[in-house]
């Protein structure tokens, strides 16, 4: 694998010093918790078992290597970083507004306005710009990666399926061989690409107390999320940034009608609708619907984004009016997470467990752990318009 830039200086963590209060998320490849550093900065420590799959270790340096590079106000910084023989882990700036798929689910319908849509796309179609201006593709967007600030603005989290494209059009293997590749190298991939009744999970919570939405529903496979998965991934004809572009359309979709487009009762239903059913619209014609249709074109030499990139999708219908230069300046994004929402309380974390090293000891033994965090309730949602005028 190609690597970004040369890495920043970063600072050196002490796994000894380092206080966790809870489990913020627990994902595929690692654990992230929530550390207090002088009593004051908090941030997000991702933390992976080396040992746990195959390539954990792989996947984490390289996660650690993209984001010594990132730049940006919509992309995580690196705080800083250490190994251990058996953990490796990272920091970035802790997002306490939780996902953009638990913002969706608590509001009313479960979708977003329109004007919140052009709000939270704009910031990441921003985020995907610098990341494919650096030449890399991001390959994992779906709302679950998209946190929110303490700002209100966006940042764009889990980078280990991203991947320097040093050419326009890369040959990638196709899902079978990534598949087989996964099959031969680890027992973890061995399970059956759908659930023993036919069904991927996907709880639809009545509140957002103890729903977790990181907590294996619609987590990553060694193909991204299924619902999220271009057609030229699944077909093996070549991966571009145009997958991003894809991705986008649609986290776009899902974010108007509640649901994703091509969803199927079983993984091979999703990538069979992925690669032939048309997107279904409700409603009249409106831009936003165009800019969608444009995004899920399923040839990606047609694909809006694919010639021109972030700046013809910028260019769309639907964004006229944003003023680009100054979206950072938005002082009021639509949702703002509440100071004192509860993060910052010490979570009870498991028996006996008071620190990073235990837990994941904990976590080879047959213990019950906590399951993930419970997203704050008490966040609030401001129907304010004043970022439109961004
Ligand atoms: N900076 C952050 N601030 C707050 N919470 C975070 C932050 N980074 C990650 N999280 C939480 O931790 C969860 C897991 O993080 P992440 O997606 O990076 O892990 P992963 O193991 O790569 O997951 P996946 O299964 O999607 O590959 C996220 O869904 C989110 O809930």
């Known amino acids: 694998m190609d690597s970004p830039t040369p890495p920043n200086t970063q600072q ?10 809870k489990i913020l998320g627990k994902g595929a490849m690692g654990t992230v918790f929530l550390i207090q550093q002088n009593n004051t900065t908090n941030m997000a420590l991702k933390v992976v078992d080396k040992s746990s799959t195959h390539d954990a270790e792989r996947r984490a340096h390289w996660e650690i290597q993209v984001l010594s590079t990132l730049a940006h106000p919509f992309l995580p910084s690196l705080l800083g970083s250490f190994e251990t023989a058996q953990l490796l882990g990272w920091a970035v700036p802790y ?23 052009r709000f939270y796309i704009a910031e990441i179609l921003c985020a995907l710009d610098h990341l494919h201006t650096m030449g890399i593709a991001y390959r994992d967007l779906k709302p679950e990666n998209v946190l929110i600030q303490q700002s209100g603005h966006v940042t764009l989290t889990d980078f ?9 059009t ?8 990534r598949i087989n590749e ?46 999220y ?39 091979k239903e999703t990538f069979r609708n992925v690669l032939f059913k048309s997107p279904e619209f ?50 009021r994004p639509p949702f703002i997470p509440s100071k004192d929402d509860g993060y910052l309380t010490v979570d009870k974390f498991g028996e006996g467990i008071v620190n990073i090293s235990d837990y994941f000891e904990k976590l080879k033994s047959p213990v019950v752990l906590p399951s993930s965090p419970l997203r704050s309730p008490s966040s609030e949602f401001r129907d304010s318009v004043s970022f ?3």
């Open 282 to 331: 409700v409603g009249r014609k409106t831009a936003l619907t165009d800019l969608i249709e444009r995004l899920l074109e399923k040839d990606p030499l047609k694909r809006l984004g694919y010639g021109g990139g972030a700046s013809e999708i910028k260019e769309h219908e639907f964004f006229r009016g944003v003023k680009w230069e100054i979206l950072t300046e938005v002082v």
């Open 95 to 117: 997002c306490p507004g939780g996902d953009l798929n638990v913002l969706r689910y608590h509001q009313t319908d479960h979708v977003f306005s329109t004007t919140v849509i």
């Open 388 to 390: 439109d005028e961004f």
């Open 182 to 227: 996964s099959r031969r190298k680890t027992r973890r991939w061995r399970v059956p690409l759908t659930e023993p009744n036919g069904k991927i999970a996907r709880v639809i919570p009545v509140s957002r107390r103890g729903v977790s939405f990181s907590d294996g529903e619609r987590s990553n496979s060694f193909v991204g999320t299924a619902e």
């Open 170 to 177: 890369v040959k990638i293997e196709t899902v079978d061989d």
């Open 12 to 21: 050196n963590l002490n796994l000894n010093n380092l206080k966790p209060l």
């Open 229 to 267: 998965v271009a057609p030229e991934v699944i077909r093996g004809d070549g991966h571009e940034f145009a997958v991003d572009w894809w991705a986008f359309g649609v986290l776009t979709y899902e974010m108007l009608y509640g649901k994703t487009p091509f969803k199927g009762k079983n993984k």
């Open 160 to 168: 280990d399926l991203s991947r320097k494209l040093s050419h326009k």
